[in-house]
């Protein structure tokens, strides 16, 4: 771990090769500095298919590049396995243990914390036992074992009741990752499991969705959200809103709802796509530094993103606060760039500071096959458009990944027509597994 | 599990699904009968690439596609995930625990065992904590993050001694398991982890192979066994042969030498490819049954496959001891199939006993990218002339998958080109992993 002697260019440490992280080594591609990439795991995660990798369309390997892999042809770029646990912002390094468990200090001359978000169960992380996030590869290929292990229990289920809690699934939450999940529980139901079971159909399948507030993918506008939920019930897909989780266990989950009443929902499989908080990095960067944390926990930063009184500390990414930016992959895209481009400004010693400026590209969210809602600007698209917008952006951001091709056919083939080719059950998956939360 | 009312059919119950299980039931796709096939996994496995998924060309899903899927167009056929562990001839039932624990004995009119083989540590179970299997898709998996994590741990080492130890890759056997995986981690290291890496350099990593015999995939001839070496030593792999294996450990192997020298491998991946035992239940029917067992634990049929004295029980495949028939796929494609034809044969009313010929159609091992050794018949072929018969063989067999075009795609890319797009570490892959040998 001990940097090759005598180089002395200026040292940039990344926490995290997410989206904020990933973007930032790669605008520091043509910079005079040294780069040290570290993160939990050894790939870069293309969260928003990951209930592709749930629901058996696509393997692990297309929507997780290596991080080493993706960064191979910039050679002062070292990617680096392990954990960060603080930050000392005088003596320039970050605490970090290594995967095989050696601690170390990391020296940096600037800093970009790209740290992420991690599943929030609004302080019941309990929960988190019967009720999978949605944040992790691990959170995926636990709801994968789930999902068809439950399918096969209730093939061979006597009892009607345990077989109808084997066959409902329990989404909570109705922003774009519950309400994409739902509907491709619905596809998978009606449609790539026909005529695999011979005593159960698959098409009796329910799958509910529980929102908080009182609309879908809430921050795309009323009309959207209106056509997001017609569009779901359509499908099958049952609706509860106003809803609060007040309690998960193995067989089911308890609702308050908006009336008062309470209502207990039966079902094996609970995916919780609710909500997340900051890195609690966030915190050992905010107790370090001064600086102070949002709501959610995110760091206060400067309107470069940097940390106060700290110009050689930037936060980026889903762990930023500021201009009550969303917790987006665009911004953190954005906002890694421009923490890397001031690095690079300062080293040629320009030091004006300049503030960032998100660019609005768009949200799209995918219901079901050929149907998507996307807020473009002022435009609302819903329906097959809408879906045409979603495939041409998603197709887009995998161009950046090398073994798009393959991702591609599978993806077209999978999502187009109806196999769900990722769905062997390893021993390990089968079973629930209790991974804490935020685990990678 | 009760079995549908009024449903008279002949039922024969399948115990297992490897090429055994699934050419008996396809065998029976016209019969006037009913098929259960029962097996640990959801998934048939096409073991012959399992290295490759190890390595991170091919996905779990791309070599293992869900039993009821590839059955689905026979609605005669019921699957069920569950574990048969003893056969009561008198009583015609199998003793199953079904997944989620419930016990069951599930009736048969004629039973097919075709349960395979397990990974074989010839005595030294504990072999198994330190040197993973390569029989199951948990052993690949587990593999998986052994090899790409010793690379990332080799990348953080300080210590010369330890990262030698850690990109040194020990293969145990020399058969086409042990001489594929082989030659596929010297691939990985001199081609497709090229640029990934900054302090170490994966052209120095060590494979070794240990062959307990003096020749590598021996039953192919001495010509073809030559030729094989030549092609691996010419890769870079380092050959042992006559050395036994006496203990395996976190850290390495020793190895008893045949000229009496003691020879200690520092080592932390370890692939155990030396051999195998059938199933533990083929002990369990010849106890029943009063069937002898060969030295392997095989039970030794009649030359229709049957068990004698009870000729509605047929054991095919690896579990099945006839005329010294070799742990082959075809041989249990083509016996299991056999059987079939015995019991609808029956149902005819035509009760001569036809014995079981197999036809030998060749064995083939890949060594590399364009090079592998084929036996057909009187032929032996070696190099390029053999990777394309091998290549056809091999694109033949996945012809019957549902997925063949996504994983010949990517297969074609990854294997011909030199990307390992598998290589996502999940957290629970990356520790290594004690799952007990014979785990699905």
Chains 1, 2 share one sequence.
Not at 382 to 387: A, E, H, I, L
Request: charged share 20%; hydrophobic share 45%; with cysteine.
């Amino acid at each position: 771990m001990t940097p090759e002697p005598g180089d002395t260019r200026h040292h940039v440490v990344i926490v995290g090769s997410g989206f904020g992280g990933l973007f930032a080594a790669k605008a520091l591609r043509r910079a005079p500095v040294r780069v040290t990439v570290i993160d939990r795991t050894n790939h870069h995660l293309f969260q928003p298919l990951l209930y592709q990798v749930a629901t058996g369309i696509l393997s692990e390997g297309q929507i997780a590049p290596p991080i080493r892999d993706v960064l191979r042809h910039n050679p002062a770029v070292r990617v680096v396995l392990g954990e960060v646990s603080d930050v000392d912002p005088g003596g320039h390094t970050v605490a970090t243990t290594l995967l095989g468990g050696a601690k170390v200090d990391i020296a940096y001359d600037s800093l970009i914390v790209a740290a992420g978000a991690v599943t929030s169960y609004f302080g019941h992380d309990e929960f988190h036992h019967d009720a999978s996030g949605m944040k992790s590869l691990n959170d995926a290929m636990r709801l994968r074992g789930q999902i068809f292990g439950a399918f096969e229990r209730a093939e061979l289920e006597d009892d009607d009741a345990r077989r109808r809690a084997l066959m409902t699934f329990v989404v909570i939450g109705g922003g774009p990752t519950g309400v994409e999940m739902a509907g491709q529980l619905e596809e998978l139901s009606r449609r790539a499991l026909q005529r695999n079971f011979r005593r159960i159909d698959p098409h009796m399948t329910r799958v509910v969705l529980v929102e908080g507030g009182d609309r879908l993918v809430a921050p795309m506008g009323e009309r959207l959200s209106r056509l997001t939920a017609r569009d779901l019930q359509r499908k099958g897909v049952e609706l509860h809103f106003g809803a609060m989780v007040t309690g998960v266990d193995a067989d089911g989950v308890d609702l308050a709802q908006s009336d008062g009443t309470h209502l207990r929902i039966e079902a094996v499989t609970k995916v919780w796509a609710a909500g997340t908080r900051a890195s609690p990095l966030g915190a050992k960067v905010a107790a370090a530094t001064g600086a102070t944390l949002d709501r959610s926990g995110r760091v206060k930063v400067e309107p470069d993103c940097s940390v106060p009184g700290y110009p050689e500390i930037f936060v980026v990414g889903d762990l930023m606060a500021l201009d009550d930016l969303p917790a987006l992959a665009e911004v953190a895209m954005q906002s890694g760039a421009h923490a890397a481009h001031t690095v690079e400004r300062r080293l040629r010693g320009d030091t004006t500071m300049k503030p960032f400026h998100y660019r609005d590209l768009g949200t799209l969210a995918v219901i079901s096959r050929f149907r998507a809602v996307a807020k473009i600007g002022p435009l609302q698209i819903g329906g097959f458009v809408g879906w045409v917008l979603w495939l041409v952006v998603h197709v887009t951001f995998l161009t950046g990944f090398k073994n798009r091709f393959a991702a591609l056919a599978r993806w077209t083939i999978s999502f187009v027509g109806k196999g769900r080719y990722e769905r062997a059950l390893t021993g390990r998956w089968v079973v629930d597994q209790d991974i804490p939360p935020g685990s990678a």
